[in-house]
Antibody
Framework: QVQLQESGPGLVKPSQTLSLTCTVS??????????WSWIRQPAGKGLEWIGR???????NYNPSLKSRVTISVDMSKNQFSLRLSSVIAADTAVYYC???????????WGQGTLVIVSS | QSALTQPASVSGSPGQSITISCTGT?????????VSWYQQYPGKAPKLMIY???NRPSGVSNRFSGSKSGNTASLTISGLQAEDEADYYC??????????FGTGTKVTVL
């Protein structure tokens, strides 16, 4: 059973860059035809798809975040990462990493990590 | 891309059936058979309940079923149980090769 775990700073200052890493255990990130995704959820609100990366390095991003988002993969560490630049208070949310087992079908999720944007 | 539209809340008594709708456009829900449904308890990560419109992952109760007509997908929960009280979200693949979630529905078991 693949497991995912998010890690990174829980507090980021406005205008700075949010950086999170998702470590995949119990299986190789390079095995199978999976996309690896980031999703976020502000407190009391719904889920927002941020973007995804395939093991080939191919990426897709939410158009509303595309100018600020970079998702990358490090297969040697079995990790993939999220960078969100120029953050504002509205970027405060629980950030989840997930495995996409089918087209936008997220079958494995991390537990989520809360990131607060505040000075 | 706009979030898919779901009712804010749906309720039912134990044993009843309820249906949650998820309305999009021909560029997402209506254009592909790639609609998924998730169950989320407070403070927990979502759990995949339905994928590809109507398929259940292993281990998900057959009380959960999915369907689609035009630009609207639906999740039906039959034989409603107290443990089904949670938030439910739909998601869809889009014509831009991106994903989009629904606005979410809170299910209350009366």
């Amino acid at each position: 059973q693949v497991q995912l775990q998010e890690s990174g700073p829980g507090l980021v200052k406005p205008s700075q860059t949010l950086s999170l890493t998702c470590t995949v255990s119990g299986g190789s990130i390079n095995s199978g035809s999976f996309y690896w995704s980031w999703i976020r959820q502000p407190a009391g609100k719904g889920l927002e798809w941020i973007g995804r990366i395939y093991t080939s390095g191919s990426t897709n991003y939410n158009p509303s975040l595309k100018s600020r988002v970079t998702i990358s993969v490090d297969m040697s560490k079995n990790q993939f990462s999220l960078r969100l630049s120029s953050v504002i208070a509205a970027d405060t949310a629980v950030y989840y990493c997930a495995r996409e087992g089918g087209a936008i079908a997220f079958d494995q999720w991390g537990q989520g990590t809360l990131v607060i944007v505040s000075s | 891309q706009s979030a898919l539209t779901q009712p804010a809340s749906v309720s039912g008594s134990p044993g009843q059936s309820i249906t949650i709708s998820c309305t999009g456009t021909s560029s997402d829900v209506g254009g592909y058979n790639y609609v998924s449904w998730y169950q989320q308890y407070p403070g927990k990560a979502p759990k995949l309940m339905i994928y590809d419109v109507s398929n259940r992952p292993s281990g998900v109760s057959n009380r959960f079923s999915g369907s689609k007509s035009g630009n609207t997908a639906s999740l039906t929960i039959s034989g409603l149980q107290a443990e089904d009280e949670a938030d439910y979200y739909c998601s869809s693949y889009t014509s831009s090769s991106t994903g989009v979630f629904g606005t979410g529905t809170k299910v209350t078991v009366l």
